[in-house]
């Protein structure tokens, strides 16, 4: 079961590799502190790991 999760951009992207920006932009991570509502599918939590230590995830 899917249960929704809130996560935000808590570190800069700056200086990080061209494939982390990516995966914080398909995620919808554009601006610092602000926060996305999303579902822990697979694909997400497996895009989440990618990015861990730029974001703070909580569940909803």
Same mark, same amino acid.
């Given at each position: 079961?899917?249960?929704?999760?809130?996560?935000?951009?808590?570190?800069? !992207?700056? +200086?990080? !590799?061209?494939?982390?920006?990516?995966?914080?932009?398909?995620?919808?991570?554009?601006?610092?502190?602000?926060?996305?509502?999303?579902?822990?599918? !697979?694909?997400?939590? +497996?895009?989440?790991?990618?990015?861990?230590?730029?974001?703070?995830?909580?569940?909803?």
């Amino acid at each position: 079961m899917v249960k929704p999760i809130q996560v935000r951009l808590v570190r800069s !992207p700056i +200086g990080r !590799p061209e494939k982390h920006h990516r995966v914080l932009q398909a995620l919808g991570l554009t601006r610092m502190h602000r926060p996305v509502n999303l579902y822990s599918s !697979p694909q997400v939590l +497996g895009a989440l790991k990618k990015v861990i230590h730029l974001v703070k995830i909580e569940e909803r």
